[in-house]
């Protein structure tokens, strides 16, 4: 099986950083899309940052995040990972890191599927 696992968390105080990492593990053979999404409480989950695998590695950004947050990936390693610069009040919530497409081998047969990490909590006082 796929799992995910972040770190990198914590307090911060507006205008910080916080660096967030992700590891996804098992017999993993690809992946298309990294991501990260967070859900601030009473709100819905929504997209912060997406990286594709491809050579080049296409981003995509919530508006709310452009130009202070840099999302990264290691495609050797099966890692990615979220440079939070500049950070708000607004961006307390739990982050959570995502995998589009992961395909992977069980025994003789391989699979794809969708993945979660269990999420990381970012607070961010004023």
């Known amino acids: 099986q796929v799992q995910l696992v972040e770190s990198g968390g914590g307090l911060v105080q507006a205008g910080g950083s916080l660096r967030l990492s992700c590891a996804a593990s098992g017999s993993i053979v690809s992946i298309n899309t990294m991501g990260w999404h967070r859900q601030a409480p009473g709100k819905k989950r929504e997209l912060v940052a997406g990286i594709t695998t491809t050579r080049g590695g296409s981003t995509d950004y919530a508006d709310s995040v452009k130009g202070r947050f840099t999302i990264s990936r290691d495609n050797a390693k099966n890692t990615w990972h979220l440079q939070m610069n500049s950070l708000k009040p607004e961006d307390t919530a739990v982050y959570y890191c995502?995998?589009?497409?992961?395909?992977?081998?069980?025994?003789?047969?391989?699979?794809?599927?969708?993945?979660w990490g269990q999420g990381t909590q970012v607070t961010v006082s004023s």
């Open positions: 995502n995998a589009d497409g992961v395909t992977y081998r069980r025994l003789y047969s391989y699979y794809t599927g969708d993945y």
